[in-house]
């Protein structure tokens, strides 16, 4: 039962809004990981905070954003949601970022929302095969936890979540730049001692509101 808990690497769910033209909204709501993961530094409330809030935020950006030309992926990670995707412009940005802002137990937003038209089936389909090709990468190097780092790609821009080291965020952001296909690599980390690290896995998490968050950054 843990070892198959334990493969649901990304451990949250992705919520992809599509809307093309005119033609009706379209909400797809994947799943990827919606057991509780065991070796998750979350705790059972936040990951499923996190699931809540995903399935919100897609229904809310849908109904706000129902009659334009948008494509927005929503992830949550200890409460922290990146938006990802297309939207058609600056405005359109910010209204997301405001919207996911004010929702429900959202303590930080991570806007990385592209002005451009929505990226195509073939386009999504291909990121979906390189996150797989990072997160076999990270299970095959010791000092990552991988379970503990959710893999978002997006145009092949990977995008890090997750509660780690500097040191585990370094090896990660490494490794992810040297998967062939990944254009470019961003963290969007909550960084901590090991020592924090090591308290969280005892006690299965913290249920405690964590520190600021991070601002993304490209990997270096």
């Given at each position: 039962?843990?070892?198959?808990?334990?493969?649901?690497?990304?451990?949250?769910?992705?919520?992809?809004?599509?809307?093309?033209?005119?033609?009706?909204?379209?909400?797809?709501?994947?799943?990827?990981?919606?057991?509780?993961?065991?070796?998750?530094?979350?705790?059972?409330?936040?990951?499923?905070?996190?699931?809540?809030?995903?399935?919100?935020?897609?229904?809310?950006?849908?109904?706000?954003?129902?009659?334009?030309?948008v494509?927005?992926?929503?992830?949550?990670?200890?409460?922290?949601?990146?938006?990802?995707?297309?939207?058609?412009?600056?405005?359109?940005?910010?209204?997301?970022?405001?919207?996911?802002?004010?929702?429900?137990?959202?303590?930080?937003?991570?806007?990385?929302?592209?002005?451009?038209?929505?990226?195509?089936?073939?386009?999504?389909?291909?990121?979906?095969?390189?996150?797989?090709k990072?997160?076999?990468a990270?299970?095959?190097?010791?000092?990552?936890?991988?379970?503990?780092?959710?893999?978002?790609?997006?145009?092949?821009?990977?995008?890090?979540?997750?509660?780690?080291?500097?040191?585990?965020?370094?090896v990660a952001?490494?490794?992810?730049?040297?998967?062939?296909?990944?254009?470019?690599?961003?963290?969007?980390?909550?960084?901590?001692?090991?020592?924090?690290?090591?308290?969280?896995?005892?006690?299965?998490?913290?249920?405690?509101p964590?520190?600021?968050?991070?601002?993304?950054?490209p990997?270096?």
């Amino acid at each position: 039962m843990k070892q198959s808990l334990a493969r649901m690497a990304c451990g949250a769910i992705v919520a992809s809004l599509t809307l093309a033209g005119c033609a009706p909204l379209v909400v797809a709501v994947v799943v990827a990981g919606t057991a509780m993961v065991v070796t998750d530094r979350r705790t059972t409330g936040a990951q499923v905070d996190d699931q809540t809030i995903q399935l919100r935020l897609a229904n809310e950006l849908g109904s706000v954003f129902k009659d334009q030309p948008v494509h927005i992926a929503v992830n949550s990670f200890d409460r922290r949601v990146l938006l990802t995707g297309e939207v058609p412009n600056e405005a359109a940005k910010a209204k997301a970022g405001e919207i996911a802002a004010a929702s429900l137990n959202v303590r930080a937003v991570i806007n990385e929302l592209a002005i451009a038209p929505p990226s195509s089936l073939s386009d999504r389909t291909s990121d979906t095969a390189l996150a797989t090709k990072v997160r076999g990468a990270f299970i095959n190097t010791k000092e990552i936890s991988f379970n503990s780092i959710e893999i978002v790609v997006e145009r092949q821009i990977v995008y890090l979540l997750g509660y780690v080291t500097e040191r585990e965020g370094q090896v990660a952001a490494l490794v992810a730049s040297k998967v062939s296909g990944v254009k470019q690599v961003v963290k969007v980390f909550e960084y901590a001692t090991q020592e924090e690290v090591d308290r969280r896995r005892a006690i299965g998490g913290s249920s405690a509101p964590a520190p600021a968050a991070t601002p993304a950054a490209p990997a270096k």
